[in-house]
């Protein structure tokens, strides 16, 4: 007993470890910025699928099965809020024909979503969720990425597999990558990165050191490993405007046309344009830096499109703005746009006839997707006949926006020129195609 207590007693005291704070490491500290605000994106879509009746094999083959059923099909991904009102950025894929999608927050929260915008060539969505009177969500600065640099660290977050609030770390590999998509799509552009990026990623935000997005993962080369590609976040700065167009969406008339503009330091809201006999005509000009929105600071893009979705017409909106280093804060009052007639203009510019999906037409016609817009007729000679458009195949894409109804048709159609080239989404039967189409000439 007196050795054993000798023994003790001779021991050296036992190291400290050193305090937590010490292994904070910029990975943790942009992770910890990011995390609240990266969500899970759960996209479900119903698909019609065979009944099996038959055996399969040789015998379906010579004997095909004549019925289907409509098969829940579910899909998960990522995405990250852009405004506290429930604005969300994606991948346009992960919520391609969903017929309802589900959005959880950081703290695993449920909320419904809908499809505010999509833009299929450039891979991106906006989504809008459905909040609690109140409820607010903490946004994620967007970044640049005009100045990235090949072999600098980033970190990718996202739901991979499901598993919520996954960070990997990576450095950018390469610039300006081409990634072909499938037979009608390429992306062009992308950040090459070896952070791992897994199924479910897709549309997680990628970051610098500072937390801030410079991409938005996109896709990873199933024959590779280590290799995946994100879109930059400049691309999204520059769409942007048009995939969230306040005015079209709200029916609304400001006048005014924002960019962005990046600065040392910080980012700046400007005013690109000013569209004459506007409420805006007079009293903002182009040049003008944009600080506040009904009293909310403006220090990104989605802080102004987003924050003007609350906007209605005739209601006042206060816009705080800066001109030659001088603030000054002006009232305007917005106008009501009015609604475009969609089947005409469906009829004028595609030579197509419409027809609004109800459940009812759903069932009787035995349709795979239950909105968008029947095709009923097709002019002959006309610019949808020339590219094969059949009786009962339905739209539910027309350049970046979703349609489901004549009024949401007529709102895209309304900014086309005759002869411009627009893309349409269709669904024949189980199959989704996107085509190129050029509109009636005068």
């Excluded at 904070?24 to 990011?34: D, G, M, Q």
């Excluded at 004549?66 to 579910?74: D, E, H, I, K």
């Excluded at 290799?227 to 029916?251: Q, T």
Aim: glycine letters at 10%.
């Amino acid at each position: 007993m007196i050795l054993v207590l000798l023994s003790l007693a001779a021991a050296p005291a036992a190291a400290r470890r050193p305090p937590k704070e010490t292994r904070i490491t910029p990975v943790v500290r942009a992770y910890n910025k990011a995390r609240p605000a990266v969500v899970n994106i759960s996209a479900r879509r119903i698909v019609q699928a065979r009944t099996g009746l038959f055996g399969g094999g040789l015998f379906e083959e010579l004997f095909p099965d004549p019925f289907t059923r409509n098969v829940p099909v579910s899909s998960l991904g990522s995405g990250f809020v852009i405004h506290e009102d429930g604005y969300v950025v994606t991948n346009a894929h992960v919520v391609q024909r969903a017929e309802s999608i589900t959005v959880q927050t950081h703290d695993d929260s449920k909320h419904p979503a809908r499809v505010l915008s999509a833009d299929s060539s450039h891979d991106l969505a906006v989504l809008k969720l459905d909040l609690p009177e109140g409820v607010k969500l903490p946004a994620l600065p967007l970044g640049r990425s005009d100045d990235l640099m090949v072999g600098e660290t980033v970190i990718a977050v996202g739901n991979p597999f499901g598993l919520s609030n996954t960070v990997s770390r990576g450095i950018v590999s390469a610039l300006g990558r081409q990634l072909q998509i499938d037979r009608n799509r390429r992306l062009a552009g992308l950040i090459q990165t070896d952070a791992p990026i897994n199924p479910g990623n897709s549309g997680g935000p990628v970051l610098n050191i500072n937390g801030e997005v410079i991409g938005v993962s996109t896709a990873i080369r199933a024959d590779a490993q280590s290799i995946g590609f994100a879109i930059p976040v400049d691309r999204l700065w520059e769409l942007l405007p048009h995939m969230v167009d306040y005015e079209r969406i709200n029916r609304v008339i400001l006048g005014v046309k924002v960019a962005h503009k990046h600065l040392a330091s910080e980012t700046a809201v400007l005013v690109d344009s000013v569209a004459a006999g506007t409420p805006a005509e007079g009293k903002l000009s182009k040049g003008d830096r944009l600080l506040a929105l009904d009293g909310r600071p403006v220090a990104e893009m989605a802080d102004f499109v987003c924050g003007m979705l609350a906007a209605a017409a005739e209601r006042p909106v206060r816009i705080r703005y800066e001109r030659n280093g001088r603030q000054a804060e002006v009232t305007l009052r917005l106008k009501v746009r009015p609604k475009p007639d969609g089947a005409k203009l469906a009829e004028k510019l595609l030579g197509l006839t419409v027809r609004e999906i109800t459940p009812q037409l759903r069932r009787d016609l035995g349709l795979s997707v239950g909105r968008g817009l029947l095709v009923v007729g097709v002019r002959g000679g006309g610019p949808a006949d020339r590219i094969g458009i059949r009786l009962k195949d339905v739209i539910f894409q027309v350049g970046r926006l979703y349609v489901k109804d004549l009024d949401s048709l007529g709102a895209v159609l309304e900014e086309v020129e005759a002869g411009d080239r627009l893309l349409l989404g269709l669904a024949r039967g189980n199959v989704r195609a996107w085509v190129e189409l050029a509109t009636e000439k005068p």
